[in-house]
Structure formats: structure tokens, C-alpha cells
């Protein structure tokens, strides 16, 4: 076995040093012989904490003594630096009230048991559990960029309708261009839609299937004082939500062009999202990921090949061929006046409607009784439903969702439970109770959150107030 040099970890980033030294270490163990195979176990056992790490030691120096006698005694240089990570892994507590990670490479260590590790290949789309998106700021939206910076009012449609056909006709170039379907397509015109490059916004959202790659984006041009964070989502949990013919926010569709070097590189993923407010609502999880930016502080693993040169290759011919497109893009029969071809409806879809949000519990609905073949409707619940949509609505209108900057307070896990809450209440032939399903979903999730919990309660008051139609 190679020797296995003792490294120090000091200095001004401890994180970065950490992690490094144990992706190093990783590589290393794993390109070696039986007998770095069996140190691993005590490199992950390392990661996990002090505690994890002796009782791993104790029980491995057992069976080398007793059962084992062939496996390798660990050098003790190795030990002590397991012990050292150990011990870092055992410095904080992430259960503390308001903890945020130090800097992102606190969260890489962090990590390093839960995400991908070093020889294990990124999974095709097809089989991902979950996607992952970086963002530089805790606070922005996840949400397709054609939906920034629309107008209020009765004027939102119409900008809207400008900027999808704008968006239609570079895909359909795209697409003759380079072969491609129009998703594919599409898929690279939001790839390639900054301003220098195509600067036409699409109603995709860019994510990856390794969530290192995420780490990177969340990271990359961070500025001291902000937060970043690695927003998570679960494809057969969105596909819950989206269930139901005629759903309005639309199916979630996955797309990977193939080819294109940069998206291969970044394990490129775009999901066909409708809008971002209804998308948003969708993405709560990733909380616990939010790290301190550090001005020129980016994540990179040499030993997994994530860096600037790999993420943004500097030779790439696309961008070239793009701004030819670009040039080349003809209409292609869309108009602001009508409803653009290739484009789904959802993107139209209004998410301050209270009728989207009925929309939405309808189809919830037809799949519950679809369920119960033979089963009658119970009585009165559409109408509970359409008020438990009003209630969802108003959280979303200005007035209440500055007061409530917790996403998951006013999220679709929160209307799906509400949903079910009423449900389970029909099936056992109980009186429909719009306050008792809100205040045992939305209310009893956010205990301990005085401020958002009294909010909650002022909008379900309102909603009863001015719509109630259930007891």
C-alpha cells in the first residue's frame, strides 16, 4: 500500500481542508488493494462523527483480532487523521435553532455520507430519486425565467404570450438546426438564454442529477453576507401533485438533450415547469442545506472533476452555432394573439386564481374517488374544496406572502394534506370542517413559528369570513 501522508487540518478554511483531505483519501483507499477497501469503512465511519468512529475502530480491531486475523492493521498516521475529521464532524450540531452551515465546504463535509461518492457513476434521469439546483441566494425564486419581471394586472398575459412565442420560435430553430426534437430544443435554449448568448427566456428550469454539481452553482459568485442553498426536488412526488387529467399545473416533464457538452459535463437535467409560483410551492426541500457565502469562496472537487473549466468548457463550438440561430430565427406562426403552438398550456396557467388552485383539488379529487369505485361523493366536500382553494390562494397574494417567507407555510404539501385532512373527514362521515383541516395541516406544521402561525390564522379567519360555505 502507497504511504498514507498525515495532513494537518488548520487554517483560515478548516471546511475546505476537511473535505478535500477526505475526498483524497477516498480516492486513494478505493484505487487500492483489499486492504484500502477495508480501511474505507473507517474513512465513512470518520465522517459520521467521534462516536461513530470508535465504536467502527472498536469493532474492527475485534474482528481483525479474533474472527479476521488477515485484515491489515490501520497505520497510525491514518488513525489519528480519521480521528481528526472525526472530531470536526462532532464540532456542530445541525438540529441547533438557526443553524447555518459556515461556508459551502461545511456543507460539502457535511454531505459527504448522503451525496454521491467518489467511483459511484451520476444516474440517468430516468432513475433519479432527486434533482438538485444551486442558487447563490436563499431568497430567489425556483422558477422559469420567462416569469421574471412580467407586469401586474391584466397586462401579465399578454407579455407572457409575447415572450413564449419569442421563446417557441428560437426552439423551433434549434430544433432544424442541430436535429433535435423541440424539447431537446428547447432544453438548450434555456441552457444557452443568458443575454450574451441567446437572451431569449424559456419556461424550463435547469437542474442536475449530482448535487455537487448543485453545490457549485449555489456557490459560484456568491458575495459575503448572503446565503446559499441547494434546493432539492423528488420527480414521483411532483408527479403527485400533478396527477389528474387537465391538472393546471401540468405534468413534470424531464429533458436531456444529448450531445452537448456542457450540459453533459454539469449532468444537465430541465424540467418543463409551469409557473414559479406553483413550481416554488413544490421546492421545499433543501432548508437545511443553506450555507454562509464567502466572497471568492466556489466549490470545486478535483477528485470528482468539478471545476469552472469543466462546468463552463472554454472551447464550446454550440455557442457559436447558436449565435448564428439566433440571427437565422424567422416567426414561426406564434402570436401574442393566440395561444402558441408547442407551447403547454400550464405556462398560462394564473397562479393568484383561486380557480387554479380548484383546479388542482379537483383532479386530486377524481383520483381519490377513482379510488373508492362504488363509493358515492360525499356531500358538500367540492364546496369545502373550493373554499380550502380560496384559503391556499390568498397566502399567495401579496398581502400575506411577505408575512410568510417559510415556503413550506404556503406550500403544495401543505394544500395536499389540508386536501386529505377534509377527505378523511367525508369518508368517516364527519361534518366538513374547512378551520379543523387548515389548523391540523398549515397551523400544527408551523408550531413553534408564532409570527406565521398568527398570519395563517388571520387568512383561514378572512376566508370564512367572506367565502365560507362550509361549517
Not at 84 to 89: G, Q
Not at 132 to 139: E, F, I, N, S, V
Request: glycine share 10%.
Amino acid at each position: 500500500m502507497r504511504s498514507l501522508v498525515r495532513h494537518r487540518i488548520t487554517g483560515e478554511r478548516p471546511w475546505q481542508k476537511a473535505y478535500l483531505r477526505f475526498r483524497e483519501l477516498e480516492r486513494q483507499l478505493t484505487d487500492e488493494d483489499a486492504r484500502g477497501w477495508a480501511f474505507l469503512t473507517l474513512l465513512r465511519a470518520a465522517a459520521q462523527g467521534s462516536h461513530v468512529f470508535k465504536r467502527k475502530l472498536r469493532e474492527y480491531q475485534a474482528v481483525r483480532l479474533g474472527p479476521n486475523p488477515g485484515l491489515p492493521e490501520p497505520p497510525a498516521g491514518l488513525i489519528d487523521e480519521l480521528q481528526t475529521l472525526a472530531r470536526l464532524r462532532s464540532s456542530y450540531d445541525r438540529e441547533e435553532t438557526g443553524f447555518v452551515f459556515e461556508d459551502v465546504y461545511h456543507l460539502a463535509f457535511h454531505n459527504l455520507m448522503w451525496w454521491r461518492g467518489y467511483g459511484r457513476p451520476i444516474p440517468p434521469a430516468a432513475d433519479c430519486r432527486r434533482l438538485y439546483r444551486g442558487q447563490r441566494k436563499d431568497t430567489w425564486e425556483v422558477g422559469a425565467k420567462i416569469y421574471r419581471g412580467l407586469p401586474e394586472g391584466p397586462e401579465r398575459q399578454a407579455a407572457l404570450r409575447v415572450r413564449a412565442a419569442s421563446a417557441c420560435q428560437i426552439g423551433h430553430a434549434i430544433a432544424e438546426r442541430l436535429g433535435f426534437s423541440f424539447e431537446d430544443a428547447m432544453a438548450v435554449a434555456q441552457h444557452y438564454s443568458a443575454a450574451e448568448i441567446l437572451g431569449v427566456p424559456t419556461w424550463l428550469v435547469d437542474f442536475s442529477r449530482d448535487p455537487w454539481v448543485g453545490l457549485f452553482f449555489a456557490s459560484d459568485g456568491g458575495e459575503t453576507g448572503d446565503l446559499g442553498i441547494v434546493w432539492d426536488i423528488m420527480p414521483t412526488e411532483y408527479t403527485r401533485f400533478s396527477a389528474g387529467e387537465g391538472n393546471p399545473i401540468g405534468p413534470l416533464q424531464i429533458v436531456v438533450p444529448q450531445g452537448v457538452l456542457r450540459i453533459d459535463n454539469q449532468a444537465g437535467v430541465f424540467v418543463i415547469a409551469g409557473l414559479p409560483q406553483i413550481f416554488d410551492q413544490y421546492v421545499a426541500f433543501g432548508w437545511d442545506t443553506r450555507f454562509r457565502q464567502h466572497t471568492g469562496l466556489r466549490f470545486e472537487d478535483p477528485v470528482l472533476g468539478i471545476s469552472a473549466d469543466t462546468i463552463y468548457p472554454p472551447e464550446d463550438p454550440l455557442r457559436a452555432t447558436l449565435a448564428e440561430v439566433r440571427a437565422a430565427a424567422v416567426d414561426c406562426g406564434c402570436g401574442p394573439g393566440t395561444m402558441p403552438c408547442a407551447v403547454s398550456p400550464a405556462v398560462f396557467t394564473d397562479p393568484f386564481d383561486p380557480k387554479t388552485y380548484e383546479g388542482l383539488l379537483t383532479c386530486w379529487l377524481e383520483e381519490f374517488l377513482g379510488e373508492r369505485a362504488g363509493d358515492s361523493e360525499p356531500a358538500g366536500l367540492r364546496a369545502a374544496l373550493a373554499d380550502l382553494a380560496g384559503f391556499h390562494a390568498r397566502l399567495h397574494a401579496p398581502d400575506y406572502a411577505g408575512r410568510l417567507p417559510n415556503i413550506v407555510s404556503r406550500s403544495l404539501n401543505r394544500l395536499r394534506d389540508a386536501f386529505e385532512a377534509l377527505c378523511f373527514q367525508a369518508s368517516r362521515g364527519e361534518p366538513l370542517s374547512l378551520r379543523g383541516a387548515v389548523e391540523k395541516t398549515y397551523v400544527n406544521q408551523m408550531f413553534g413559528s408564532g409570527d406565521q402561525v398568527a398570519v395563517l390564522l388571520e387568512a383561514l379567519n378572512e376566508t370564512l369570513g367572506r367565502e365560507a360555505r362550509t361549517p
